[in-house]
């Protein structure tokens, strides 16, 4: 299991407050946003 989502897991088991839950999501999405522009980038470069 990936940090991210192993992070989210746990604080839900910890009954935390939902503003934490959204924190722990947004880096997860942000995560995955950079590392599908980065792939772009990579397969771009690889074109030349």
């Known amino acids: 299991?990936?940090?991210?989502?192993?992070?989210?897991?746990?604080?839900?088991?910890q009954l935390q407050p939902?503003?934490?839950n959204w924190y722990?999501?947004?880096?997860?999405m942000v995560t995955l946003v950079w590392?599908?522009?980065?792939t772009l980038r990579l397969i771009a470069n690889l074109r030349r």
Request: proline share 8%; no cysteine.
């Open 35 to 38: 590392l599908y522009i980065s």
């Open 1 to 13: 299991m990936t940090p991210p989502v192993h992070r989210s897991v746990t604080l839900k088991r």
């Open 18 to 20: 939902d503003y934490i």
């Open 24 to 28: 722990v999501a947004l880096g997860l």
